[in-house]
Each structure stands twice: as C-alpha cells, then as structure tokens.
C-alpha cells in the first residue's frame, strides 16, 4: 500500500481546528440540562479557555510579524493586516500586537496567561509596568522581581487593582529606591493630569447639551462626591418625593447622576464665582414680567437660547432677580450710575441688549467682550449704556488704533477700514 505523501499538519494547527469542531459542537448542545453546579464549574472553565486561546493568538500575532506576513499583500503593518482579515478595529489590533511583542519578553507572563491564571487585561498591566521602569537602576534583577510580584497580586485582584498597586511595585521590591521613585513619578502624573485636562461642550438642537472631559484622578473624586451626594437615595425623596429612590437600588443611574449635575450647577453660589466680562459668572435669563407671572411664553437667555417660562420661574425661586427697565423699542433706560469704568448692572445690561460683539460680521458672546465708550470717557463721555457697546478683544485694540477709521453703522454694528 503506497504511503501518504500529503504533509502533515503541525500540532498548533491540528489543535486549533479541533477546539474550534468542539466549541462550535458544545455551543449547539441544550444546556437546560446541566445542573447548576456544572453550569458554574463549565463558566469558569470556558473562562479560563478563552483566556488561553487568547495566549495562543498573541503568541501568534507575535511570529507574524517577525515574519512580516502583511508583506505579501502588501500591507502597511502585520497589524494592519491581522485587523483587515479579522475585521478588528485596526488600533484595538495595534493594541494587541503590541501587547504580543512584550509578551516575547516577559516568559513569566506569557506562562501565567497560558495557563489561564491570568487575563489579557492582567497582563497588560503587568508588562506595561515592567517595560516602564527605568533602564538606570542599578539592581538588574529589580524588573523580574517587580513582575513576580505583580503576577502574584494578579491572582487576586482585578485588573483595575492592579493597575494602582503597579504604580507602587518599586516601593515594595526596592523600598531604597522606591519611594522617592514613585513619589516623581505620581507628581509627573499629576502634573500632566493637570495640564492635559480638557472638556468639550456642544448643543443637540434638542434642548440638551452633550459634552466630555478629562480631569486629573483628584478632581475626578471631588465632582464624583458632590454628585452622589445630590444623587443619594435620601436626598432625592427629601426632594422629589421619591420614595422608591430609597427603597430600591442605591446605587446611582447615570440618569440620577445626570440630574445631580443639574442640581450642583444651579446650587453653586454665584457670588464666590470668578468674574467673567467683568461679572460673576452668572447665566441672564430675559423674560417679559407677564411671561414671568402666568403659564404661558417664554424665556430667552443672553445667548439667545429659549428656555420654557416655567423654567425661569423656577430658577426665581432661588435665585436673585435683577429687573431690566426696557422702553417701547427695547431700549435699556436705566441699569447703573455714571461712572469711569461700567457696573455689574450696565454690563448685565449690554448683555440683554446687545449678546454678541458690536463688530459687523464677529460673533463673540457678550460675556468675553469688553465694555467700550463711544464718546471717550477721557474726553467728556459718559459711562451710560447709549455710549456703551460690546467689543471683543480684538475689535476694542482696533477701535483704539489709529490706523483704522471707524464706521457707526444704523443698525447698532460698527465697521473698521484702513486710513489711506
């Protein structure tokens, strides 16, 4: 009998396409009649399963790329290919190569993972932290300790955990260097915390304004506390009457969270607030006194959002109201006194009239603008609001430079043109 000359698959690929028949056999079986203590017993498992199949594809991942397979169809990187043939998002595929490469270089690890002991995001952690530490330490054998170590925590604590107790792990495997280390090291971070903090706010059009942020770790908590304090199951039945908010889950919803937010912005004292255009940073809601008194019209803020009648009414409950008298035309008849520089009642007031820069064609809210006398005070002009406009930054330097002429125009706007 002539003997088989077909090559002969190598174990990996045999033992990949076995599990594979398996898997897809045990995924089709009827669980319902498994007991309970084989359903946890084969959840746990299949968890440990998963673990180690994702310790064979990093393991993978890592000889593809040293042997650069994407080259033959040309892509960019073996990452790049692995996530167009996978259909992965191409950085959560960089993310697990790059994963894979360190992975070559810490074999306790990659054992701990294979195993199953440990997870993808356990192992993360610990070769991000070992290939972070300072390639000046004097003691060689410091980074095999510091990831024994890590491995040993890992067994424990979730991933989240170990994240925190890594940025201390030279503390407690070289104590004599440690300390002053991660003492650097945590004010680095906080300083690049601080100084990478960001939020961004943008309007839907439906009534409601989405946002994001990024704040360092303290401040974090601080906002975290306020807002589970107006959030607390207590306060909302204080509140609103919810009873239920006390009786069921005490843990907050966003939708909770998202109130108490709400609540903490229309708490916080404006009086102690920094000023801004040369008021607290207070929001001005415009409403005619009829509007304000029934259950009909609305309210306009400086920005010239509208907000429901009923809204004003509610924010007057708490807060300080400060009457504009308007004549016929909406002309501001009186706010402040005369004076060099204007009020906090003048400026309140170029604000409900005028909202943005007087500037043709410049949109810059009243609240970055600066306060401008038409007829200089400094030659008999007065400080009233028919001599005042708003003039953003840019504009006010213009308005003062003797290069540019400027053109009142009869809608209220002013132009600027270069002298010949």
Known sequence: MAKDSRPTAHPVCRAVAKSRRKARSACSSQLWQMSDTEVSTALLEATRLRTQAEALELKLAAEADRRAVGDKVGATDTASWWSHETRQDRPAAKRRMRLAESLDRHAPTAAALAEGAISVDHARVITDCVDKLSDDLEDPTIPERAEKHLLNEALDVTPKTLAILAKHVLTVVAPEIGEERDARALQREEREARANAWLTMCPDGKGSVRGKFSIPTLHGEMLKKMLLAFAAPKHQAATRGDETA???????????????????????????????????????????????????????????????????????????????????????????????????????????????????????????????????????????????????PRHHARVHDPRFATTHHPDGAVSFHMRT
Request: hydrophobic share 35%.
């Open 246 to 392: 006390e009786a069921g889950d005490r843990r907050p919803s966003p939708e909770r969270m998202g109130d108490a937010f709400c609540e903490l912005l229309e708490r916080l004292p404006a009086d102690k607030l920094l000023q801004l255009g040369g008021l607290n940073a207070s929001v001005v809601v415009i409403i005619d006194y009829t509007a304000l008194t029934s259950d009909i019209g609305r309210a306009t803020l400086e920005s010239g959002e509208p907000i429901s009648a009923s809204q004003a009414r509610r924010m007057a409950c708490e807060a300080g109201l400060l009457p504009a008298v308007l004549g016929r035309k909406s002309e501001l008849l009186d706010l402040g006194r005369t004076a060099r520089l204007f009020s906090g009642a003048q400026r309140r007031g170029l604000a409900i009239t005028q909202q943005t820069c007087t500037a043709t064609g410049c949109d810059w809210p009243a609240h970055l603008c600066h306060a401008h006398h038409d007829d200089s005070w400094l030659h008999g002009g007065k400080t009233d609001i028919r001599n005042a406009r708003l003039l953003c």
